[in-house]
């Protein structure tokens, strides 16, 4: 059964910093892309970065290039999306999931995680 652990929420400060981690306990991450989608309160579930396999492929939505950044640890069985300058349109309940390929739509990651919240401060 796959089952992704999420970690790193919480609360930070505007402009701050947070790292969030996705680890495959299942077994699955190790041989997947990985991607990382986040949904506000009454918006829906929208892109926010992706990764292959290897490492050597990412993608990010336009909203969140440059600040943040998505990174892998295959043998740690662990996806990462480091989240730098945090802005007010940043704060949503954020998801990893996996597929077999870079993709930007959530239709293409049959195995998701739990979720972990993100909210900012000022």
């Known amino acids: 059964q796959v089952q992704l652990v999420q970690s790193g929420g919480g609360s930070v400060q505007a402009g701050g910093s947070l790292r969030l981690s996705c680890e495959d306990s299942?077994?699955?991450?190790?041989?997947?892309?990985t991607g990382w989608f986040r949904q506000a309160p009454g918006k829906e579930r929208e892109f926010v970065a992706t990764i292959s396999l290897s490492g050597s492929r990412t993608y990010y939505a336009d909203s969140v290039k440059g600040r943040f950044t998505i990174s892998r640890d295959n043998a740690k069985k662990t996806v990462y999306v480091q989240m730098r300058s945090l802005e007010p349109e940043d704060p949503a309940d954020y998801y990893c999931?996996?597929?077999?390929?870079?993709?930007?739509?959530?239709?293409?990651?049959?195995?998701w995680g739990q979720g972990t919240q993100v909210t900012v401060s000022s």
């Open positions: 299942g077994g699955t991450l190790r041989m997947y892309a």
């Open positions: 999931a996996t597929g077999v390929d870079v993709a930007t739509s959530e239709e293409e990651y049959p195995y």
